[in-house]
């Protein structure tokens, strides 16, 4: 197939029948999770963590190279303290109880977003974690934290200014911006999945999901099983996937 407008050849991988090799969760409804079982939101947070694991771990025997998951978002500091602090906890927790093993397994790990806005001591581990686990290959997981499309694309919007006010770059392609935004150097997503019956992707990978394939699943994050995944990806196989191709 040629994909004559594919920059960098991001958007391989289309024909009917393929495995998406870069899957990108928005991972929903933990709170409803909890709630309904009469618990605080953060006791389906800390479940949701669990599931992130499980799923990471199943993913290269799906063919899944590329894991992309919307842990926290630029809108999610509108909640309440006690649930954005209990959420930063579990973020440095896992990061903490997780990086031997991940590195173990073979994961390279990297987080999107804006740090600025994280605790000193997250955005630490956050990089100390990257710069472990950097020479990883068996598969990518990358997690948004603090992240929003739109703020994403003003960031990548003043980097480029600045390269083009370096003479850099004079006139700016899609590249030059792909470049600048926070997944420089990844695959664009093949699949977006979004769990616990919302149909909106909430501000997750507008550019980089342009032409991703979307799957709605009812199914709560804390529910959500690598059985639930796999079936999913069985039903992406039968997608034909055109890019604007007649
Ligand atoms: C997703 O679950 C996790 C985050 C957004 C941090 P929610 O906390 O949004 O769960 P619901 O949608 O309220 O059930
Ligand atoms: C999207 O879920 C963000 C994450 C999963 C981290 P939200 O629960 O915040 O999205 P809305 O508010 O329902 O759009
Ligand atoms: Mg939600």
Redesign the pocket.
Known sequence: MELAQDVGGKMAGGAAGARPRHVAI???GNGRWATERGWPRLVGHRRGAERVKQIARACPDLGVDWLTI????T??WKRSTEEVLGLMKIFRRYIQHEAQGMAAEGVRLRFIGGRDRLDRKLQDLMASIEARTAGNTRLNLTVAINYGGRDELLRASNRLAARIAQGDVTEATQADLEACLDTAGHPDPDLVIRTSG?T?T?N?LPWQAAYAEYEFTPTLWPDFTPEHLSRILDRFGLRDRRFGGA
């Not at 919307?70 to 978002?73: D, G, I, K, L, T």
């Open positions: 928005i991972m929903d919307y842990a926290f978002s809108e999610n919302e909106r909430s997750f």
